[in-house]
Structure formats: structure tokens, C-alpha cells
T-cell receptor
Framework: GDSVTQMEGPVTLSEEAFLTINCTYT??????LFWYVQYPGEGLQLLLK?????DKGSNKGFEATYRKETTSFHLEKGSVQVSDSAVYFC???????????FGAGTQVVVTP | EAQVTQNPRYLITVTGKKLTVTCSQN?????MSWYRQDPGLGLRQIYY???????DKGDVPEGYKVSRKEKRNFPLILESPSPNQTSLYFC???????????FGQGTRLTVV
């Protein structure tokens, strides 16, 4: 079945460092891909998305490109802030109309 | 303000005592779903609903029930909770085809 694999965390970075979180997927067809972010004590929020190959999603300085050839959707940010400390989830929308398949999540901790 | 509201936020209960977690959305979304979040497993879908009176099982439905009598509400029912249902639960809604799911703030359930 469809699945999403994320790099394990926690990832600890200093402020202004470069962040990459790897995400690869297995799916039939051409799923839409998402990154969701969960700040402490809150629900998940959509960070960015891409709906077809080579699309680049971007928001709040984060970017991810839909790479069909490597089945990947890696999240990047050039200069992280303490406020970026959160858990990041990669997800894909399966053929089951609206169902999201999530990765395990990657905790990111940014220190001053 | 567009939102998904879950109640309660925190709940401690005993094995076998029926409970209901409520979920309500004010965005007129057709699609609603329940997820549970467990460490290392990400979010897994419990049940989903494509519209009023239309519900179906997700990946981990055992021990749960749902109903969708009104478009805005989608309660999660645990008829006889057990300790392995201790988890963090999220309700989500979306306008299908747009791909963005809106999540509630979560319900932390502990079954002793």
C-alpha cells in the first residue's frame, strides 16, 4: 500500500542553520504531496503542498519539490529560527478520496 | 474564524467506560476524519466520512465508532475503551480535491 518514510529525529540545529528533512514515498498513481507542521500543544497545519511532478511548494521560507523520479519531497529552509521548532510531517493524498497517509514525523529543535 | 473544534482537550478515563469525543467544523466541508497520533507511527486514520450519513473505516478502526448525522459534526465514540487506546486524537476536515486538511487541536486520552 501507499506509505511515507521520513528521516528520524530529533533534529537539533542552531538558529540560522540550514534545515533539510528527507521524505520519500511509495504510491500508486500520482499522489499530491504535503508537509504539515505541528507546533507544541497544537493541531497540524498545512505548511506547503505540491500536486504534480516538478511542482515546488513554498511557504514561510520552507520549500519542497515533488521529484517523481526519486519519489521524494524533501523539505528545506535556508535559515531556521527558534520559532521553527516543531514536528514536521510529510504526507500524501492517496486515491482514497481525501485520505492522507502520514510519515512518522520529524521533531526539529532550534536553539538560540 | 474557520476552525475545527474538538472537546475535551484532555480526558482520563477507566477501562470499559464509554466516552465520546466531539468534533465540529464551521467551514461546510464534506470530508471529515479522525486520526490517532502515536510516537514513531505518525498519524493513522481511524474513520472518515465523505458526507452526511456516509462513513467508512480507515486504517485502525477497531474499538471505535463514528456517526455523521449533520455535516458539521463528527463525533468519535469509544464504547469500551482499553489502555491501548491511550493516544492523542485529531479530528480533521477538508474540501476534497483542494487537499488541505484542517485539524482540531487534539484530544489527549488516557485509559487506565
Amino acid at each position: 500500500g501507499d506509505s511515507v518514510t521520513q528521516m528520524e529525529g530529533p533534529v537539533t540545529l542552531s538558529e540560522e542553520a540550514f534545515l533539510t528533512i528527507n521524505c520519500t514515498y511509495t504510491a500508486t498513481g500520482y499522489p499530491s504531496l504535503f508537509w504539515y507542521v505541528q507546533y507544541p500543544g497544537e493541531g497540524l497545519q498545512l505548511l506547503l503542498k505540491a500536486t504534480k511532478a516538478d511542482d515546488k511548494g513554498s511557504n514561510k521560507g520552507f520549500e519542497a519539490t515533488y521529484r517523481k523520479e526519486t519519489t521524494s519531497f524533501h523539505l528545506e529552509k535556508g535559515s531556521v529560527q527558534v520559532s521553527d521548532s516543531a514536528v514536521y510531517f510529510c504526507a500524501l493524498e492517496t486515491d482514497s478520496w481525501g485520505k492522507l497517509q502520514f510519515g512518522a514525523g520529524t521533531q526539529v529543535v532550534v536553539t538560540p | 474564524e474557520a476552525q475545527v473544534t474538538q472537546n475535551p482537550r484532555y480526558l482520563i478515563t477507566v477501562t470499559g467506560k464509554k466516552l465520546t469525543v466531539t468534533c465540529s467544523q464551521n467551514m461546510n466541508h464534506e470530508y471529515m476524519s479522525w486520526y490517532r497520533q502515536d510516537p514513531g507511527l505518525g498519524l493513522r486514520q481511524i474513520y472518515y466520512s465523505m458526507n452526511v450519513e456516509v462513513t467508512d473505516k480507515g486504517d485502525v478502526p477497531e474499538g471505535y465508532k463514528v456517526s455523521r448525522k449533520e455535516k458539521r459534526n463528527f463525533p468519535l465514540i469509544l464504547e469500551s475503551p482499553s489502555p491501548n487506546q491511550t493516544s492523542l486524537y485529531f479530528c480533521a476536515s477538508s474540501l476534497v480535491f483542494l487537499g488541505e486538511a484542517f485539524f482540531g487541536q487534539g484530544t489527549r486520552l488516557t485509559v487506565v
